[in-house]
């Protein structure tokens, strides 16, 4: 005779499986930031038994894909078109389909634009699943060193590399670390600003990330910047040390402060 936490459990898979014909599942599922492998047992699983892939950049996702041997439908999310994407993939997860949402590498809604669809998910009462993995954030942030109780993450700075370097000057008088995603010419003007204002002050630079021919450089602004290599075509990761660890003084805030000020009213006139 069954028992009544037999029943109780019973009545709860009943429950799932009438849920699963209502609608769907949304998985958020983290991809590999550099080396294929780096991929999680349930990220594989979830991939291949997905009805859909949603994906930032469908040619990376159709590379990884084949080299884990996962047949599997893929469509593109982004960059353009968003929300009648979003329509789209909304509509097809209200019909039971189960999607999953990926990034081109690493953590997806991490500078990307998946917030919109995951939203939209719990907005309409559909099951949002996350399947953590890689980060380049969190990869650069350990391997650089610096104390991470806690950081400040801000995103992708913008072009052109004055205004990265005046959005990133304004958060250098915090008491923790602070990583941002660079492009090629703003990390060097970064770190030219840096190391000509306040040559002491402790960073870190990392691209390649867990390739073959990964670089994580780490030291003084000043010396890393005479360290660092071609980075043209890369995704930088740019870690700043934090005033804590350096004890970045006011005035050299202030210096650079304006000379980035200076150069961008320059480039204006």
């Given at each position: 005779m069954p028992t009544k936490q037999s029943q109780q459990n019973a009545g709860a898979a009943m429950t799932s499986?009438?849920?699963s014909h209502q609608s769907g599942t949304l998985y958020v599922v983290a991809v590999p930031i550099g080396h294929p492998d780096d991929v999680t047992v349930r990220a594989i699983r979830i991939l291949g038994k997905a009805d859909l892939i949603a994906s930032e950049d469908p040619h990376v996702t159709q590379q990884l894909l084949t080299h884990h041997g996962i047949q599997a439908t893929v469509t593109s999310y982004g960059p353009k078109n968003l929300h009648e994407k979003v329509a789209v993939l909304l509509h097809r997860l209200q019909q039971g389909s189960h999607v999953a949402l990926v990034s081109d590498c690493g953590?997806?809604?991490?500078?990307d634009p998946g917030h919109l669809l995951v939203t939209a998910a719990h907005r309409h009462g559909?099951?949002?699943v996350p399947v953590p993995g890689p980060s380049a954030v969190i990869a650069a942030l350990?391997?650089?060193?610096?104390p991470c109780d806690s950081f400040s993450f801000l995103g992708q700075l913008p072009n052109p590399p004055s205004l990265s370097t005046r959005s990133?000057?304004?958060?250098?008088?915090?008491?923790?670390p602070i990583v941002a995603f660079c492009t090629e010419t703003a990390v060097a003007h970064i770190l030219k600003i840096l190391g000509d204002h306040s040559p002491q002050y402790s960073v870190a630079?990392?691209?390649?990330?867990?390739?073959?021919?990964?670089?994580?450089?780490?030291?003084?602004?000043?010396s890393v910047r005479d360290r660092l290599g071609p980075t043209q075509g890369r995704k930088v990761t740019l870690v700043l040390a934090g005033k804590d660890e350096t004890e970045l003084d006011d005035q050299a805030v202030g210096r650079a402060q304006s000379l980035s000020s200076r150069r961008i009213k320059t480039r204006k006139a």
């Open positions: 499986v009438s849920r953590s997806p809604l991490i500078s559909i099951p949002v350990t391997a650089a060193g610096f990133l000057i304004g958060s250098l008088k915090r008491k923790r630079v990392a691209y390649d990330l867990t390739k073959p021919n990964e670089h994580i450089i780490r030291g003084t602004a000043r």
